[in-house]
């Protein structure tokens, strides 16, 4: 007899494999981290993990869907909770930086998955989609500016975050609130607004 699969047990599962592998990723590199390594970071079979994910690149591209995902949800809702454009701005600036560690563990991942995609079609996919995920937050603040110019303030935006992201990781001892003002620096250059009068 077929065992039977509790839906929501099932997604719990997926998501505490899916976090296990996130942090084998973070530790040992995409390129060098097996389903064994994965497995023993969840404590469980290797089996349990073709059984969800099929496969090495499946698991690991579920892993970035899910990152991507969550922050994406974040960064939204933080958005649409805001009441001012300037509260957009700062909403958007501390999701993009959102804790040392956190920020750090996030940006790791996404490189090291970009530079396998690179030379793997299918994880690129993954990566498209992830673009088009920021694309449309992106597009979000740049139109605080209007929608004349929208598309061109997006890609500048994303670019300085992703600048100030490989900063982050090559910084030894990285100032969370220096980044976070760095950012909201130029992206207030980008929408072309006033910088605050920091004189008094």
């Known amino acids: 007899m077929a065992r039977k699969v509790n839906p929501i047990q099932d997604r719990a599962r997926r998501t505490a494999l899916e976090k296990a592998a ?20 969840a404590g469980v079979s290797r089996g349990t993990l073709v059984y969800h994910f099929g ?4 698991l690991l591209s579920a892993v970035v869907r899910r990152f991507t ?33 956190n920020t750090r563990r996030f940006y790791t991942v996404s490189l090291d998955f970009l530079a396998a995609a690179t030379r793997d079609d299918a994880l690129m996919a993954v990566q498209r989609d992830f673009l088009r995920e920021t694309l449309a937050l992106d597009l979000e603040l740049a139109r605080l500016s209007g929608e004349t110019g929208a598309p061109a303030r997006a890609r500048q935006l994303r670019a300085l975050v992703e600048g100030l992201s490989v900063r982050f990781l090559a910084d030894p001892h990285p100032e969370l609130a220096a980044y976070r003002s760095d950012c909201l620096t130029g992206l207030r250059a980008i929408l072309g607004w006033p910088q605050p009068d920091r004189s008094g």
């Not at 996130?22 to 970071?41: N, P, S, W």
């Not at 909770?81 to 959102?98: C, G, I, M, S, W």
């Open 22 to 41: 996130y942090l084998a990723i973070y530790e040992q590199g995409y390129a060098g981290v097996t389903l064994a390594d994965i497995a023993a970071h």
């Open 55 to 58: 496969s090495r690149a499946g």
């Open 69 to 101: 995902r969550t922050i994406g949800v974040a960064t939204r809702r933080a958005l649409r909770q805001a009441a001012t454009p300037e509260d957009k701005l700062r909403a958007y600036v501390e999701n993009q930086f959102y804790g040392v560690e």
